[in-house]
């Protein structure tokens, strides 16, 4: 395998001004005439000689400057030697779109072509400089079967179109804007769209569009209003608008990943647009709006100014999760009807993020696939979209929020476009954009050893230590950070972490914070600057004669960090009741939970500990609180996350253990959970027709964790949730109701229903497929080992390997999120891994080291199921033809 390195970055040594295209579209042989207005660089001293990248093209000609010239084509490259300074390069190739089932390129879903170029899938259309630094200005003449292919796509605007002989037409897009080529895209299929035009804030109109297949258009009032909501976002909080007179979304039902940003053309996985109260649950509801944000604010971060290389993937895609996370928090907030109900709220997205960077980025840090945000080398980028660089990436760009203050990084994203509208650029562009914003604020807005999070991998474990002056009323606490060596980086330095604190007195009320020679007015919140492996901050002036203040570290996870803390079970439970930041009331309980699972998986019984955690919870249940916050108060950490705290993890009992604690608190806390159940019913009821706001949802997030809880124990469980699997009147209560069904193994009959009933719908079908895939048990509860029951959805007649998401939907699902089961004593959970890599490494490598990866963590299991994992791992590697990107995965996980 070919290693790439960030550092051997060489400019380009010819760059493109302007590309014309003319794609004549056929599903077997489409001819593609590129004219490549090309010049030498001025910053290259490399040889003159043109590289472009080519890959499953048929070269049919080139001419330069009109004389035809023959290319040495090999290695997918195409190589002209002694080309002038300035020139113009005509080439045409054939591609094959009905053959490629990559997905990657020009490739054809049931409808019509589509396309995909991020990253690396421009040079599948047609020869070129295939690299994000290479910045053209684009126009674009596609032509196709009219009948077939009846709208046709482009970048910018539609400058012609028109009919043509033998059925065809044709339409000619121009893209005013200069971008990479990975931002190319086209569509000609069979759609309908809903329409709007909205004025931007300096007075500009533009025709928002979005397209689907016929019979969707019932689905899309939520992506458009989702995106008309992005643009108005974009306007307020970073001055930022949109540049286009037209903006279209485009939905496909085969697509690798969640949606591409190619300027003024997004394309979507249809999951990520499709949305009505029928066939989308809450989550669904939230999802879509938060991608569609995702996507519209690329538009800025990531086509305005774009990267240089693909090692500065997070310039675009941290910076770009962060925008998209604090779009939905405040979306969230705007609809509470008051400032606690605001915040709670947010709270909860907050502890949403934090849940997935814990269950997915952690694991991914502690592992062979481990890299810094910006990675130093690869082999295969495609690889590199990942949990790091996007999750991670947007808590380095939250924590510099953290340090600059709201104001002073609005001020760093100003002097950031300032510089760089229009360019490729680095990460280290951008902090240096946030440092020269904000000079003024002196050695606050010196970011020199905060860059190290970029060039950084591992997580950082913190640990904090207290020692409290009773007489003086002082509190010291001493702050220590560590991060595991890796492979790559044996020595790890110490980073600057931003640590926000509160203290908390008797009464639960946060106490002034005064550091140590310290006067004036006091805080009650503030940002401790940890840069050195080990610091003490001292607070003086607490009440002298109390108990010492209780700390609340990290407070909305200041950091992306494991905190090691000291408190007691007390401590936890007190600031679970009562800590201001509702984001540490949440963590604290997980940590209590933490403590009872950890404790029972060593043996031990826990008695008092659990009663005291089922207390607690029973008083948040109990309590006046926004229904999201209980629900995910009430929430035990997720399995995954569990793994991540043990040294050896044994799956199946990680999950019996939750289970005996779910069925635990399910019991003490019966009949309020009944008696809430009901009420939240009640009063959804009375609130009328389903509307997925952040209030109703929450009322039905915590009814449907009531009823959760309620299956798991003898009693009227399973008959509330058959009732409410009937009585739906939409997906979110239907599915939560299948789901407590099928987790309990009592869901035969519901599942043959919910399968009738939506036949048609893919979205939903995948949905069916994914909660057998993950479920606890079999559908009839019987003992049929679990992998039958995958295997038989295999072969089921709606199973398609071809299509990711339902490919996702089984396998990824059953070896990803299904650990108990994946993990069986058989290894027949491996073997059928190692089947499903190699079969869908033969038709999509993306997807299918997406699925090599459930493997990453198999040395932290225990030595048997080691064993098994190791063989199949050899077993795929064993396979002389792999793609590189499961050959990337398969081979760092045993190397
Ligand atoms: N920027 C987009 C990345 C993407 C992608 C990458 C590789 C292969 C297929 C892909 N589809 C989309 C998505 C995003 O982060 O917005
Ligand atoms: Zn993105």
Not at 18 to 37: F, H, M, N, Q
Not at 201 to 230: C, F, P, Y
Request: proline share 5%; glycine share 6%.
């Amino acid at each position: 395998p070919v290693t790439i390195r960030r550092l051997d970055y060489q400019v380009p040594a010819y760059l493109v001004d302007t590309v014309e295209l003319d794609i004549a579209l056929d599903s077997e042989r489409t001819i593609v005439e590129a004219k490549l207005g090309i010049r030498r660089n001025p910053a290259s001293t490399a040889p003159r000689m043109l590289v472009l990248d080519g890959e499953a093209l048929e070269f049919i000609l080139a001419t330069l400057d009109g004389q035809p010239v023959t290319p040495v084509i090999a290695d997918n490259r195409f190589t002209l030697a002694d080309v002038p300074d300035s020139f113009t390069l005509v080439t045409v190739s054939a591609n094959k779109p009905s053959a490629n089932t990559t997905l990657s390129g020009l490739f054809m879903s049931k409808n019509g072509f589509f396309t995909q170029c991020e990253a690396e899938g421009f040079r599948r259309i047609t020869y070129f400089p295939d690299r994000p630094d290479v910045m053209a200005r684009y126009r674009v003449r596609l032509s196709a079967d009219k009948a077939r292919y009846p709208v046709l796509l482009g970048n910018g605007n539609l400058l012609e179109q028109g009919e043509l002989p033998g059925g065809r037409h044709y339409a000619v897009w121009d893209d005013p804007f200069l971008k990479p080529s990975y931002l190319f895209a086209l569509v000609a299929a069979d759609l309908v769209c809903e329409e709007q035009t909205i004025t931007t804030n300096t007075g500009r109109t533009a025709l928002l569009q979005v397209w689907v297949e016929n019979g969707d258009l019932d689905k899309t009032h939520h992506a458009m209003e989702s995106l008309i909501n992005s643009i108005r976002w974009d306007e307020q909080r970073f001055g930022l608008e949109l540049d286009l007179d037209r903006f279209m979304i485009v939905a496909v039902s085969d697509f690798n990943m969640g949606a591409m940003e190619n300027k003024g053309l997004n394309i979507f996985n249809t999951k990520f647009v499709l949305a009505n109260p029928q066939v989308a649950t809450d989550i669904d509801f939230a999802n879509v709006e938060s991608v569609v944000g995702h996507e519209y604010f690329h538009n800025w971060t990531g086509n305005r100014v774009t990267c240089r290389d693909w090692f500065q993937l997070s310039l675009k895609e941290g910076l770009t999760v962060f925008r998209d996370q604090e779009f939905s928090m405040d979306m969230i907030a705007a609809a509470a009807p008051n400032a606690a109900v605001a915040a709670s709220g947010k709270a909860v997205k907050r502890i949403d993020d934090v849940r997935t960077l814990r269950a997915a980025q952690f694991p991914e840090d502690a592992g062979p696939m481990s890299h810094p945000i910006r990675p130093d080398e690869y082999q295969e980028i495609n690889n590199f979209y990942t949990a790091t660089v996007y999750e991670k990436g947007s808590e380095i760009i939250r924590m510099q929020q953290t340090i600059l203050g709201r104001d002073g990084f609005r001020r760093g994203m100003d002097e950031y476009f300032r510089r760089h509208d229009g360019q490729a650029v680095t990460c280290d562009d951008f902090v240096a954009a946030m440092e020269a914003a904000n000079a003024h604020l002196g050695e606050t807005a010196d970011l020199s050893l905060f860059r190290r999070w970029y060039s950084q991998s591992g997580t950082p474990v913190l640990s904090a230590e207290r020692e409290w002056d009773g007489n003086t009323g002082r509190l010291t606490i001493t702050l220590s950070q560590h991060t595991a060596p890796s492979v790559s980086q044996p020595v790890k330095l110490p980073l600057h972490i931003p640590v926000v604190i509160g203290l908390l007195g008797a009464d639960g009320a946060d106490l002034p914070l005064r550091l140590d020679g310290e006067s004036g007015p006091a805080p009650t919140e503030r940002v401790l600057h940890l840069k050195e492996a080990k610091q003490s901050f001292t607070f003086t002036g607490l009440p002298a004669g109390e108990a010492m203040p209780v700390p609340s570290l990290l407070r909305g996870f200041s950091a992306p960090v494991v905190l090691d803390h000291d408190l007691r079970v007390e401590e936890l439970a007190f600031l679970m009741a009562h800590d201001s930041d509702a984001f540490n009331r949440w963590e604290a309980g997980q940590q209590l939970m933490l403590s009872v699972i950890h404790a029972r998986l060593r043996g031990e019984d826990a008695g008092l500990q659990t009663s005291a955690l089922v207390e607690a919870m029973h008083r948040t249940l109990e309590a006046d609180l926004d229904p999201a916050f209980v629900e995910v108060a009430l929430t035990l950490p997720d399995e995954a996350y569990i793994a991540e705290t043990l040294d050896v993890v044994d799956a199946p009992a990680i999950a019996r253990v939750r289970d005996e604690l779910k069925r635990q608190v399910a019991t003490g806390l019966e009949d309020s959970l009944r008696a809430r159940y009901t009420a939240l019913g009640v009063a959804l009821a009375a609130a009328g027709e389903y509307r997925p706001d952040p209030a109703s949802a929450g009322r039905r997030g915590l009814r449907n964790l009531c009823l959760r809880y309620l299956t798991e124990i003898e009693g009227d469980g399973l008959q509330l949730a058959r009732e409410q699997y009937a009585a739906a009147t939409n997906m979110t209560d239907r599915f939560a109701a299948l789901t407590a069904l099928a987790h309990a193994g009592a869901a035969t009959a519901e599942l043959a229903d919910f399968f009738q009933r939506y036949e048609n719908e893919a979205l939903v079908l995948d949905k069916w497929f994914t909660l057998q895939s993950t479920a606890a048990r079999v559908p009839d509860g019987s003992s049929q080992p679990f992998v039958l029951h995958v295997l038989g959805l295999l072969k089921h007649a709606a199973f398609n390997l071809r299509n990711p998401n339902r490919a996702r939907s089984v396998i990824l699902q059953f070896c990803m999120n299904n650990p108990r089961h994946f993990h069986a004593d058989d290894g027949s959970g491996y073997q059928l891994w190692a089947e499903y890599v190699l079969r869908l490494d033969s038709l999509n490598p993306q997807i299918a080291a997406r699925l090599a990866r459930s493997m990453d963590r198999w040395r932290r299991h225990t030595p048997e199921r080691q064993a098994r994992m190791r063989e199949a791992l050899q077993r795929v590697a064993d396979k002389p033809e792999l793609s590189p990107d499961v050959r990337e995965i398969v081979g760092k996980a045993l190397g």
